[in-house]
């Protein structure tokens, strides 16, 4: 009798075993299928889904974050020509991204275009010192006007920069350096973020996803043109990929993602790098080649945003972009921070920089199956060029 309980109970099991292994089989298949279905309604940028939620309103509050580059010895420079010595100091955090997108509008091609307000709020907390805080800096009057008034003029110039006691290096307040001044020479108002308080990012106009989920955030177009126009060229002058926001979802690790970011004024791809956990959750990191600014010799592509022969050395000059078409001319060069990937010769002639990829490269942590970005860090530096000059002394 016991051994017939023991066969029966052995058949049983076996019986219960195939069950769970058929129900198994199917109920997998099956999850995957609701998941995708679930996450590919959710994902839509359409009122009452989880997407629409967190793209409309502020959402998770951004931050930006700023080392200015103290310079050490101006008069050196002035009088000898000697290399600058600059020494970083930072961070002077803001919060810039706390206000809900405005003007929303859905339209009939799928597509919701919108007004990103601009912000900023000082946050001591996370910073170094105060907004007070005074840094010896490059004036960038003194440095804008060289750059944008014609070698003709450049006598004019030199009257004015002595006639108002102006210098090619000035002592400023961060708050003055990026948010703005009265300058002297120009007798208006002068900073590297002027009125930004004030300012929107956009016209943005992106697709929802109804139609193809494939397509969710990406941009249709940028101040009304699906075009950009500085450049000149139709390579460069694409908009790629969404606002880096968020990408679609079921994420394949092999392709990479491109976005659009308007503070550089092109677009930009990023490579998975490596997978790594967020709060527990597992993210892929994308991160920037080094490639982006690369110089036309080694990347081909990079030659449409090679325009002034002159300051690229011939387009030899890797790791500075030339964006004064897109900043009504003003001399703004933009790089990743102390140039890293940069030609050699740019940290030989300013002194104290130290380029490290783990601190100062772009990426990305998106959740691979919402295509959700969780965690970022969009790293730049603002540059000005000067010099040299037979008349300004």
Known sequence: ??????????????????????????????????????????????PGTTAYDNWAAAGAKVYRQFWLFEVKNPL???????????????????MTRYLAKDNITFHANHT??????NGAIFEPSMS??????????????????????????????????KSTNSSLFQRRTVKELLWGYTDPMLKGAVGFFLDYN?????????????????KVNKIN???????????????????????????????????PVYFFSSDICRSVSANYEKTVTLKGIDVYRYSLPPSTFASPVDNPDNKCYCSDMTTSKNCTLAGVLDIRTCQENRPIYISLPHFLHGSPILQKEVLGLNPHEEHHNTFLDVEPTTGFTLNFAKRIQVNMIYGPSNVIT
């Not at 050196?76 to 002077?92: F, L, N, Q, R, S």
Request: proline share 4%; net charge negative; charged share 20%.
């Open 1 to 46: 009798m016991g051994c017939c309980n023991r066969r029966c109970g052995l058949i049983a099991g076996a019986v219960v075993g195939a069950l769970v292994a058929v129900l198994g089989g199917i109920l997998i298949p099956v999850g995957d299928i609701i998941i995708q279905r679930t996450v590919n309604q959710e994902a839509v940028i359409e």
């Open 76 to 94: 050196e420079v002035m009088d000898h020509g000697a290399a600058p010595v600059v020494i970083e100091k930072g961070p002077y955090t803001y």
């Open 221 to 255: 177009m940028w101040r009304k043109k699906s075009t950009l126009g500085f450049w000149n060229d139709t390579y460069c002058d694409m908009i790629n990929g969404t606002d880096a926001s968020s990408f679609a979802p079921f994420m394949d690790k092999k392709e």
């Open 128 to 161: 170094v010192g105060t907004e007070d805080d005074i840094i010896t800096s490059l004036n960038l009057a003194v440095a804008g006007a060289y750059s944008t008034i014609a070698p003709e003029l450049h006598s004019v110039l030199e009257y004015l920069i």
């Open 112 to 117: 919701v275009s919108f007004l990103l307000p």
């Open 198 to 214: 004030s300012t929107y990012d956009g016209f943005y106009d992106v697709f929802t996803g109804k139609d193809d989920i494939a």
